[in-house]
């Protein structure tokens, strides 16, 4: 199983460009999330999908769209990007039970440059 | 909303030494996980915590999840140059939503 998966690993953006980042589970988990990381920072929620269908924002979800587009996929747009969203992106996925484990397994980043 | 304090910020340590890190919140939470993260890479669960009082170890990792559920701590006992890298606690709040310390940098000196 490769677990999380991503893609790209690396963008560079001129400001007001678009693009969207990737994400795919074979764990057949049933939450995912996407998060964003700069420095001297913990990671922070950009929007999360609780099952497939539904999708929900979370604490920093302005300048971004989500597409849960089956179970396994989960993908990020940024619709016109801006410098302050310079960041690291990480996608994560969990079984999301009601009760017992609900850990987090997280892909290995995208690392976005805008210029 | 909810916030996570985690300290300290960066140790810088010898090789065999033991190393403390812990969380606390203002809110409860019912789930308590550390994570580390190696550079260039994403985070990779260590331990995850799902009673208050409940005391779990991995290998020379052990961490507590406190009796209030208002924190937690993580040690590392005889420390190797390996575990280098960022720690992060995190709590597990509602809809399943990960809160998440700003880390705990930590340097290994052989």
């Known amino acids: 199983n490769a677990g999380v998966t991503q893609t790209p690993k690396f963008q560079v953006l001129k400001t007001g460009q678009s693009m969207t980042l990737q994400c795919a589970q074979d764990m057949n988990h049933n939450s995912m999330y996407w998060y964003r990381q700069d420095p001297g920072m913990g990671l922070r929620l950009i929007y999360y999908s609780a099952s497939e269908g539904t999708t929900d924002k979370g604490e920093v979800p302005n300048g971004y769209n989500v597409s849960r587009l089956n179970k396994r996929e989960f993908s990020l747009r940024l619709e016109s990007a801006a410098p302050s969203q310079t960041s690291v992106y990480f996608c994560a996925s969990s079984e999301a039970r009601l009760a017992g484990a609900n850990e987090q397994f997280f892909g290995p980043g995208t690392r976005l440059t805008v210029l | 909303g909810q916030q996570l304090n985690q300290s300290p910020q960066s140790m810088f340590i010898q090789e065999g030494e033991d190393v403390s890190m812990n969380c606390t919140s203002s809110s409860i939470f019912n789930t308590w996980l550390w994570y580390k993260q190696d550079p260039g890479e994403g985070p990779v669960l260590l331990i995850a915590?799902?009673?208050?009082?409940e005391l779990t170890s991995n290998g020379r990792l052990t961490a507590q999840f406190g009796i209030t559920r208002k924190d937690s701590f993580l040690n590392i006992s005889a420390s190797i140059p390996s575990d280098v890298g960022i720690y992060f606690c995190a709590g597990l709040g509602g809809y399943n939503k990960l809160i998440f310390g700003a880390g705990t940098r930590l340097a290994v000196h052989p």
């Open positions: 915590l799902y009673k208050a009082g």
